[in-house]
């Protein structure tokens, strides 16, 4: 027992021995708070989360099959997406533009999209960048889908514009056509046979115009639903109400039947040409634009908060700098000793290297959780980051990064010879939380193989854990928070291994 | 394969002879009561030999001098003794066994001063001395040993400043106080003394000797050649070697042969009574001449050769002034031990 409180007290003079230390250096401890908070601050306040501008210069031919004035209005139609900057019939000098970084983006047209449509081929409208980040290249590339997208759709309202316009030719044609049927009516009735069959050559010479017509213009209306996918039952109403149409029709003119039945047909004829006048209205009444786009996407959230974009990096900001602190402390503070020459002196005490490790362990974790408490208090009360969770769950998370990173560290130290080398190493964790943690881009861009870095390191799991707990407002992911602490105590062991080596053993 | 099986062996044989047969230098005829022991040795750096084939016993209660020049091995030794380093060959024991098996409360009883200042030049002179007792598992309510402790140094005032604020001697008598605050058993000091000024070197020694005398044992390396004569038994090591190890009086006898005494009469002394003493049967041939009517002689041992010089004056007429013991200075004695290696080398 006497032995076991002795151990405690030598630990302790490392606690102490740290924590002085470290109270030494104000202006570290204030660059470790300040530093990271003033960098959110002014993140948040710069960020504008709107897509960048693109200086658009537009290649056309004199003969193009897309009007300049045409090509203006679809670089109008990207709204702030694309700045436009022209349009030029000279691909060379607009390259030379683009190259000489007066244009972002040069668009030309395809020198001959009628014939090569007609070709039964998609004519190609061609992106030129000189970008060389592959971010940006990337958006360039869905710029230009939306581009292209606009075009088509620009292709399908004219399109639909005109099939309105024709409508209104198809509606006199119905009405002539509803004439023909009341007048057939009247003839049958009375008998005359003559005036039935001249009606009936009328009617049915109105319902192969409108067959014709009307077809086009409304197979665009009927293609909605089956856009849908849900009403594929009612595919081809039109078109069978025109065939049905046709058919009553002409069977008018050859039929022996008696009276009533064609009376009957009549009745049939006069009401699909009125179902076909009430279709063509409604299609006249659609706004052409939706006709060629009738869908739109909204998302909506079911989380009970909507992060800014830094709010979302504010809790893997707080695992990287929790976890590099953290490394490059423990990393020097072993190295340090066997500079200083104190590990001599550890050799001859009684001093164990548990002993040691533990006391470090502790005052860094002292160290480390006073930084964290005020760096999450800045971030949650200053800057408003969203704290959705359970302040317990955030401080357990915490604990368990500083603890796993402080293994790192003092494995780290351990192997190192100097404060140059430790400091290097911890530079290059830093630099593999960045790439591999999940910080700057989601952990499912990364080969599977590669992952096994990501999951060594003490960030990823602080960042995946710190948002569930801060955005989501959830219990954190019990399997992850345990594999992040079985890290640390394998660590540890490590540590605790390599250390016994300096202090236990003689050299 | 040569060290691997030494030190096997030396693990196996951690234990001293429960009764030495050495004999005691200070006590003849008594054995020696060892807390320290080396046996033949060895510590290589690669090609380079640190240390070869020492061996000593330093005796419980005692304070045991090692001395030599810079870069004899004598740090190299003190860690051989305390565990940093282990034997390339021979075997040490302190506290009946290897240092490198010593438990935490063997270790306990140990105190180590390295020759340069190992503590925190970021803290305080107090915290220093304070994560010092911690090390060695002082408890809570040791702010008065502490104290004694700086007081001991005269630091006791600067307890406040910064280690890296105070000057070099002060950094060594922190690392003593550091050393001292936990009242070990058995002290290894690595040249304390250096860079100390010699009013508080003197007070240093006192210290060591009443340590000494509470029954504590020192084993202490010096430059300062002259710190031997506080010493029960001084090692005089010299490239990696022992060369000797002995009391003060036997030191300077082993480097002159005999004793010095210094003769001196109310006559001027010719070259015919010189040739005469000279020729004396207990006086050795080498004597100087310290002045017209004295002399340094060498004589086998200077409490027989007395009486025997003043019977010899007598028979000769010659007044006798003064026959007194001369101690050389123990620069001199080192510079004489070490001439027969350096005229070898």
Redesign the interface.
């Known amino acids: 027992m006497r032995n076991f409180f002795r151990g405690i007290i030598r630990a302790s003079s490392f606690f102490r021995k740290e924590i002085f230390e470290i109270l030494r250096q104000p202006r570290l401890v204030a660059t470790l708070v300040l530093g990271p908070f003033l960098i959110l601050l002014i993140f948040g306040i710069g960020y504008r989360d709107q897509p960048r501008s693109l200086r658009t210069l537009f290649v056309a031919q004199a003969n193009s099959a897309i009007a300049a004035a045409d090509i203006q209005k679809y670089g109008e139609s990207m709204g702030s997406l694309l700045i436009y900057a022209g349009v030029t019939a000279d691909q060379n000098e607009a390259l030379d533009q683009l190259r000489g970084g007066q244009v972002d983006l040069v668009i030309v047209e395809p020198a001959d999209a009628i014939s090569t449509i007609k070709n039964s081929q998609q004519a190609v409208i061609t992106l030129y960048q000189h970008e060389i980040d592959p971010v940006q290249v990337g958006y360039i590339i869905n710029l230009g889908r939306l581009f292209v997208g606009e075009v088509n759709k620009e292709v399908l309202r004219a399109f639909a514009v005109q099939a309105q316009k024709d409508a209104v030719t198809v509606h006199a044609n119905l009405q002539e056509a509803h004439q023909n049927v009341s007048a057939m009516r009247q003839a049958v009735q009375s008998g005359d046979e003559v005036l039935a069959q001249r009606t009936q050559q009328d009617l049915a010479s109105n319902v192969d115009i409108v067959s014709l017509a009307a077809g086009a213009s409304l197979g665009l209306l009927d293609s909605l639903p089956q856009t849908d996918g849900t009403n594929g039952g009612n595919a081809g109403t039109v078109q069978s109400i025109l065939t049905d149409l046709r058919q009553n029709a002409n069977q008018l003119g050859s039929s022996t039947g008696n009276q009533a039945e064609r009376l009957a047909r009549i009745d049939k004829i006069d009401t699909d040409i009125t179902d076909l006048d009430a279709r063509l209205a409604e299609f006249q009444s659609i706004d052409p634009s939706i006709i060629v786009s009738p869908f739109r996407s909204e998302t909506k959230s079911v989380a009970n908060v909507q992060p800014t974009v830094s709010d979302f990096f504010a809790p893997a900001v707080l695992a990287l700098l929790l976890q590099h602190l953290a490394v490059t402390f423990a990393a020097l503070s072993i190295v340090r000793e066997r500079n200083v020459g104190t590990m001599e002196l550890f050799r001859v005490s009684p001093l164990s290297a548990a002993e040691a490790l533990f006391g470090k362990y502790i005052s860094y974790m002292l160290f480390g959780g006073v930084i964290a408490a005020i760096l999450s208090a800045l971030l949650v009360f200053a800057l408003h980051v969203p704290m959705l969770g359970n302040w317990w769950y955030f401080a357990l998370v915490l604990a368990a990064v500083l603890f796993t990173s402080l293994g790192i560290g003092f494995a780290i130290s351990i192997v190192s010879q100097t404060d140059s080398q430790a400091v290097q190493y911890s530079m290059i964790i830093l630099l593999a939380s960045v790439f591999f943690s999940g910080f700057i881009m989601s952990l499912d861009l990364l080969w599977l193989p590669v992952r096994v870095i990501s999951w060594m390191l003490p960030t990823t799991y602080g960042t995946l854990l710190l948002r569930d707990i801060t955005l989501r407002g959830g219990a954190p992911n019990w399997t992850l928070l345990g594999g992040l602490i079985a890290i640390g105590v394998a660590l540890m062991l490590v540590s605790w291994r390599l250390m016994r080596r300096l202090i236990g053993s003689s050299q | 394969m040569k060290g691997n099986d030494k030190s096997i062996a030396m693990e196996d044989e951690v234990r001293v002879p429960a009764s030495p047969s050495r004999p005691d230098p200070r006590q003849p005829g008594q054995p020696i009561d060892s807390i320290v022991s080396a046996q033949h040795l060895t510590k290589k750096f690669g090609d380079e030999t640190a240390v070869q084939d020492v061996s000593f016993e330093v005796p419980r209660a005692s304070i045991f001098g090692f001395i030599g020049p810079s870069g004899s091995g004598k740090t190299t030794t003190v ?1 051989l003794l ?5 034997p390339t060959d021979g075997q040490v024991i302190v506290f009946d066994h290897s ?2 098996k010593f438990s ?2 063997e ?2 009883r ?1 105190g ?1 001063m ?1 020759q ?8 305080t002179v107090w ?1 220093n001395l ?3 007792a ?7 309510f040791r702010g008065k040993r502490l104290k004694d402790a700086l007081d001991f140094v005269e630091l006791y005032e600067h307890r406040g400043k ?1 280690a890296r604020n105070i000057s070099g001697g002060m950094l060594r008598r922190l690392s003593l106080a550091a050393t001292l605050v936990h009242e070990p058993e058995l002290l ?1 000091l690595d040249e304390p003394t250096a860079g100390i000024d010699p009013v508080l070197r003197r007070k240093f020694w006192d210290h060591f000797r009443d340590l000494k005398n509470q029954g504590r044992t020192i084993f202490i390396t010096t430059q300062y050649v002259s710190e031997a004569d506080n010493c029960d038994l001084v090692g005089v090591q010299n490239n990696g070697k022992l060369l000797l190890v002995d009391t003060p009086k036997g030191l300077r006898h082993h480097a002159y042969g005999g004793d010095m005494v210094d003769f001196r009469t109310t006559q001027e002394f010719d070259f015919q009574a010189e040739a005469r003493l000279r020729s004396l049967p207990f006086v050795r041939a080498k004597t100087v001449r310290t002045g017209p009517n004295s002399m340094r002689i060498i004589v086998d041992q200077a409490s027989t050769a007395t009486p025997e010089l003043m019977g010899w004056a007598q028979q000769q007429n010659i007044q006798v002034k003064a026959v007194e013991d001369y101690a050389p200075s123990f620069e001199d004695v080192f510079v004489e031990l070490v001439r027969p290696e350096v005229n070898h080398a």
């Open positions: 860690r305390t565990g940093v380093y282990t240092p490198a935490q409360n270790r306990a140990l180590y390295p340069l200042f190992v503590l925190y030049p970021t803290l915290e304070s994560f010092a911690s090390l060695y598992g002082m408890g809570l910064l290894f």
